[in-house]
């Protein structure tokens, strides 16, 4: 809340009044009424005493009683007054003495109750007794009324009424703006800018009409206001006010142009401006104060963001048109059952490739192909197995060819190709391997063979049509020489069949054959007779296969509108629509798997910007690389987040202009979210390069989890979406907000106990506790687990489940491991120096560690470094560590146990292998998990899965410890399934350093001298 100049003064003058009338009131100067009305009971009580022992002395009883009688009408302050001879009773009484007097109880008067001794001569003769009104009277009003603090609180509010009124008139006669001629004051109030002149201290001398409306004050309430005060958004502290525009030239600058500042009013609309701001120089060109216009542009950008929507809508009906050009031009150019060129498109191809090769005189070939017998296969198999065959061979057709060669299909089982900068020869030597891959291919159920005419624009081909009537006239010579052959026009080699042959000698006199021997030949069916009959069945049957290729190319053509309805044209990303389908798949998971599911909803504020200055092609790819870099950092999400082996992929979608969905499916736990968030800000702290641009785009994510935020895509999208806009609001760029507001807690926490750990590694603040592990044969201490703890300054300590998985995630677990290894070696080495042999220690490790380059040196330098021979080293691993990564986890374990290192595996049976695992892992312990040693004495099954582990790994030559032993009953069942080693609370819960060198000393004898099993030790 803003208050006045003036207000701010007379409340400052009002405290200073006050503190002096308190001072006064301590140091006594203060006048003190009940100080006075005692003084005067004082005074009344002694002129009393002298003038009634005048009267004893004349034992004129009467004047007594009178006077006592005329006192107590008189005086109000006196309630009553009476005499008492020195028997008690009473001489004389004036007023209800009875009922107002209460005697002293030790003898002595009081304020309101006072005893005045008459004497007769050197002798008491009576006493008298006056009772007083008390000082304070039982009323709240009088009470008040006569209280020191009733005259602070007078002085208080006429104090400040005066105060208030003699301020404004003075700071309306001292008035600043004053110095401002009327004309000028008159000519700022007809601007429609927003006008405020500031002094040196920022506070505002002026300011025009236009501005006071907008923010909804009297220009006269903003004199003496400073400029910091008026309620800019996101201008709280020192730091943000220093980069107000006016603050800036006061701090040296020239001038400021162009500055942007949004006001927050009390009906929490926003206003936005334009500010300039510019020095107020005086004659000798010293700074003065700062002239600052505002420009309120709120409307302009409404308009502009309608606007924007406007074109961001025009843009994608303009793509989803030219989505639709593109595919009515493949539907035109394409054949729809092979997806080769139809005739028409190749031929338009072949006419620009025929007149590029006759400018530049390069060579080009052209091949014409035909499916041998193919009318014989659709009437024997059928036209489903036709389709089959031409399918089979246009594939074909696409492997054995380049790119930049024109494969069409020129109708029925027909085929023709363009083969660019390919000469003749080559062209044959292709197109006999395409005729032998077919002739060796079966894959549509059926063998065929396939027959090919070549021709080139070597041989005076002058036009495209020519040169393809030639390739035709070289193929018919390939079907009626035998079939399955590759023949080349402009060979003489076949000029005997061709003068042999009664059909058109003359027009194929020239064409010749280069295929493979007679031998080689295959013919597939005999002629056929009646052929004049079955031209009209082919007739008949290729219609009916032109109407199966029209239903097929609808299908197809459903199929891609279909995707390109799912996935966005500028990104590749899924849209809003296949978004929530897999989003709704993840549900489903999660619900069944008891997994967490997690949506984010991410926008970025640059892309506005971005299109406004650099224009919609660099904001497109600007949003184009944003989508790749957060694909990118997704699929590296292993690293970060504890995902199960079969979980789904993170999906990033493009939900709209600005704004993309992220869905993270099958989490474990709601930690990981907060570790992937951070790292997706953390990857916006980089910019993007778009044409030598380097762009920095800010981000807000919103988040919301399954099934704490939402049970359907739709909840989980617009939950998402509301707490994205609440951290726009009120956090600020690349922030983050849970939509659970007991999560969200949980984040902040989870980051404020990673500072902390940041501090706990730079200032040692970890400690190590030990907990023995028991040799099952002797009852003695066979070795110790190192623990770790956090001695937390301000919490104590903090078990390692409350910190560890933050650390995992921060990137500290390594340093803390680290820290872990060298101070337990540290400590073995201390009890061998004790003579303490029997003082292995087991360390963690943790599946980021194994990460970790280099990790068996770096474990034989800390060993060395502590001068602890290996063999008291033991490199505890968990099985789900070791399968993250399986084959780069037999190479370091392979590594550490050639340090000479031992090896267990630690909560066996709990993560994802299986026994069988054991036979690849290099380990020489294994350690089953307390979850399967609690019941062994009451369930059956765990019992027998317990013996069945210890039984095995004695099988494979490894020593087994068995975790949480904690009763008698435990003790006996593992005793008889020869486990070698025990560890828990029923011989010691984890110690500190001190502690376990004293069991390691004298052993665990009073500790389990009561198990029968050990009362031998």
């Known amino acids: 809340m803003h208050f006045t100049p003036a207000i701010r003064i007379s409340l400052g003058l009002v405290s200073l009044t006050i503190s002096l009338l308190l001072l006064g009131k301590v140091i006594g100067f203060a006048p003190d009424r009940t100080a006075a009305v005692l003084e005067s009971r004082k005074n009344l009580s002694e002129a009393l005493a002298i003038q009634f ?279 035109a150019s394409h054949d729809p059952l092979t997806l080769l060129m139809n005739r028409r498109a190749l031929n338009q191809s072949f006419n620009l490739a025929f007149s590029q090769a006759q400018k530049n005189g390069t060579e080009l070939s052209c091949v014409m192909c035909d499916i041998d017998h193919f009318k014989a296969v659709n009437d024997r198999y059928g036209h489903a197995t036709g389709d089959k065959v031409i399918k089979m061979v246009a594939l074909l057709l696409q492997k054995h060819f380049r790119e930049d060669d024109l494969v069409g299909r020129y109708g029925g089982e027909e085929f023709c190709i363009v083969l660019p900068d390919i000469d003749i020869r080559l062209a044959a030597k292709i197109s006999n391997r395409v005729r032998q891959a077919i002739k060796e291919d079966s894959t549509a159920g059926v063998q065929v063979t396939m027959s090919f005419g070549v021709s080139s624009i070597k041989l005076n081909a002058h036009e495209p049509s020519e040169l393809t009537n030639q390739a035709d006239k070289a193929l018919y010579i390939a079907k009626e020489s035998g079939r399955n052959r590759v023949v080349c026009w402009g060979d003489d080699e076949l000029a005997d069949f061709v003068s042999k042959d009664n059909k058109s000698s003359t027009e194929i006199s020239t064409a010749t054959s280069t295929s493979e021997p007679r031998e080689q030949e295959a013919t597939f069916l005999q002629t056929v007779p009646g052929q004049k009959n ?30 390109y309805t799912a996935y966005d044209m500028l990104t590749g990303l899924p849209t809003r629509t296949l978004f929530y389908d897999r989003v709704s798949q993840a549900l489903v998971r999660g619900r069944r798997y008891d997994s967490i599911v997690a949506v984010l909803s991410l926008s970025i504020d640059a892309m506005k910007r971005v299109n406004e200055t650099l224009g919609h092609t660099t904001g497109d790819r600007l949003f184009k690389e944003i989508g790749k870099r957060l694909t990118n950092i997704l699929r590296g999400m292993d690293t970060v987040a504890k995902l199960p082996v079969a979980s789904l992929m993170p999906t990033v979608s493009r939900l709209s202009q600005e704004e993309f969905g992220i869905l993270l499916t099958d989490l474990e736990e709601v930690n990981a979210i907060t570790w992937i968030v ?19 785009a800010s981000t807000y994510i919103g988040i919301s989890v399954y099934p704490y935020d939402g049970q359907t895509p739709d909840e989980l999208q617009t939950h998402a979406a509301a707490a994205k806009r609440h951290a726009r609001k009120q956090l600020g760029v690349n922030q983050y907000y849970y939509y659970s507001d007991s999560i969200n807690a949980m984040s902040v926490n989870h980051l404020q106990i990673e500072s902390q750990l940041h501090k706990a590694v730079r200032n040692d603040e970890f400690i190590l506790h030990y907990q023995p592990k028991i040799d099952t044969k002797t009852g003695s201490i066979s070795g110790v687990e190192a623990l770790i703890r ?35 070696c540290r400590q073995v080495r201390t009890w061998l120096d004790m003579g303490i042999n029997n003082c292995s220690v087991a360390v963690n490790f943790s599946s980021k560690q194994f990460r970790q380059e280099n990790l068996s040196a770096r474990i034989m330098e800390i060993l060395e470094e502590s001068r602890v021979d290996p063999k008291y080293l033991v490199v505890e691993v968990t099985e789900s560590a070791m399968m993250e990564n399986f084959k780069n986890s037999i190479r370091i374990l392979k590594e550490i146990r050639d340090v000479g290192a031992s090896i267990a595996l630690d909560d066996f049976g709990t993560g994802y292998s299986s026994l069988g695992y054991l036979k690849n892992f290099p380990v020489t312990h294994v350690k089953i998990d307390r979850s399967f040693v609690a019941d062994i004495d009451s369930n059956e099954r765990d019992a027998t899965l317990v013996k069945s582990i210890i039984s095995m790994a004695h099988g494979m030559g490894l020593k087994v410890t068995a975790e949480g032993v904690e009763n008698e009953a435990q003790v006996d069942q593992l005793v008889h399934f020869e486990c070698d080693e025990m560890q828990g609370y029923l011989f010691s819960k984890p110690v500190s350093a001190g502690e376990v060198t004293k069991l390691l000393q004298t052993g665990l004898k009073q500790r389990i001298a009561t198990l029968s099993k050990f009362e031998t030790v």
């Not at 079955?534 to 995707?563: G, S």
Request: net charge negative.
């Open 534 to 563: 079955i031209a009209c069945e082919d007739e008949l049957q290729r219609l009916t296969i032109r109407l199966q290729e029209f239903e097929k190319l609808a299908e197809k053509r459903a199929q891609e509108l279909k995707y």
């Open 53 to 331: 022992s005048a009267a004893a002395q004349r034992g004129d009883v009467l004047l007594i009683k009178e006077t006592l009688e005329s006192m107590v009408e008189r005086d109000n302050d006196i309630r009553s007054a009476a005499m008492r001879n020195s028997q008690g009773g009473l001489l004389a009484e004036a007023g209800n003495h009875l009922a107002n007097w209460e005697p002293p109880a030790n003898g002595r008067s009081t304020p309101s109750h006072v005893q005045i001794p008459i004497f007769r001569g050197q002798e008491p003769w009576a006493t008298v007794e006056v009772s007083f009104a008390p000082l304070w009277i039982n009323s709240i009003t009088s009470g008040f009324k006569n209280s020191y603090f009733s005259l602070i609180l007078f002085v208080s509010f006429t104090g400040f009424a005066g105060y208030f009124l003699l301020i404004k008139r003075t700071l309306r006669e001292l008035d600043p703006s004053a110095v401002i001629p009327a004309r000028v004051r008159a000519a700022f109030d007809v601007l429609k800018e927003g006008v405020l002149i500031l002094d040196e201290n920022e506070l505002v001398v002026l300011g025009n009409t236009a501005f006071a409306e907008i923010i909804g004050k009297s220009t006269s309430d903003l004199i003496g206001f400073k400029g910091s005060e008026l309620g800019w958004k996101g201008c709280k502290s020192p730091e943000h006010r220093e980069h107000l525009p006016w603050m800036q030239v006061l701090n040296g600058k020239k001038s400021v142009t162009g500055g942007r500042l949004v006001m927050e009013r009390g009906n929490r609309d926003l206003v936005t401006f334009i500010v300039n701001a510019a020095p107020v120089l005086d004659d000798k060109g010293k700074s003065r104060g700062v002239l600052v216009t505002f420009d309120n542009v709120t409307e302009l950008e409404e308009k502009n963001d309608e606007l924007n929507l406007t074109v961001n809508k025009l843009q994608l009906t303009t793509e989803e048109v030219q989505t639709k050009n593109r595919e009515l031009e493949f539907l």
């Open 790 to 824: 956090w001695d937390n300054p301000a919490s104590g300590l903090v078990p390692p489940f409350e910190f560890i998985p933050i650390a995992e995630y921060s990137g500290l677990i390594g340093a803390i491991g680290e820290w872990v290894l060298v101070e337990a």
């Open 678 to 696: 951070k790292r997706i800000l953390n990857s916006f702290e980089d910019p993007f390069l778009i044409d030598d641009n380097e762009i920095y």
